[in-house]
T-cell receptor
């Protein structure tokens, strides 16, 4: 079975542009969460979606938004990119939206803002 | 404020020996989950082991075991019989419930170097 898949794997954007990152969860998983990992730090929670509804949001500005589709795939959108948005963006899926369930991560999307 | 603390930025261990990676946490939520993930240089986060706050026994998964001391709020990872392939970043994480969902907080990580 395929794991969590993310696209694109690498991309370069300029300041002020917009970016869309995509994530397909493990088959049967209904929960998707997004994390930002800046070089040298641990991942920071951005969003969690379950059954197409936002269930959790971290301390990120409104430039960050996301959505989950009927097939449970998800998009993360970032507007008005800043140099500080350069990071590895990780998507994770789990079978349910509860805290006890293991989440499985994709390989991430490496975003560089220049 | 909820947080995860990993005080060891880097650790060295000789191949085939055991190593303990430290993790302490702070939360007021009575229901939480503790996780350890391995992150190789490729970037992917690999799940290693899980411990629920109400679990009575320490979790074990193959060569990985979690030394859970609830009163001290610590959840150290023990890797037995280290292998060269264990060289990577290791993150301790805590899952807390939100209304209808959850959030996960990660520590800063510990880089493990396994020496031949």
């Amino acid at each position: 079975d395929a794991g969590v898949t993310q696209s694109p794997t690498h991309l370069i954007k300029t300041r002020g542009q917009h970016v869309t990152l995509r994530c397909s969860p493990i088959s049967g998983h209904k929960s998707v969460s997004w994390y930002q990992q800046v070089l040298g730090q641990g991942p920071q929670f951005i969003f969690q979606y379950y059954e197409k509804e936002e269930r959790g949001r971290g301390n990120f500005p409104d430039r960050f938004s996301a959505r989950q589709f009927p097939n449970y795939s998800s998009e993360l959108n970032v507007n008005a990119l800043l140099l500080g948005d350069s990071a590895l963006y990780l998507c994770a899926s789990s079978s349910r939206g509860q805290s006890g369930n293991t989440i499985y991560f994709g390989e991430g999307s490496w975003l560089t803002v220049v | 404020a909820q947080k995860i603390t990993q005080t060891q930025p880097g650790m060295f261990v000789q191949e085939k020996e055991a190593v303990t990676l430290d993790c302490t946490y702070d939360t007021s939520d009575p229901s939480y989950g503790l996780f350890w993930y391995k992150q190789p240089s490729s970037g992917e986060m690999i799940f290693l082991i899980y411990q629920g706050s109400y679990d009575q026994q320490n979790a074990t998964e193959g060569r990985y075991s979690l030394n859970f001391q609830k009163a001290r709020k610590s959840a150290n990872l023990v890797i037995s019989a280290s292998q060269l392939g264990d060289s990577a970043m290791y993150f301790c994480a805590m899952r807390e419930s939100l209304t209808g969902g959850f959030k996960t907080i990660f520590g800063a990580g510990t880089r493990l170097f396994v020496k031949a």
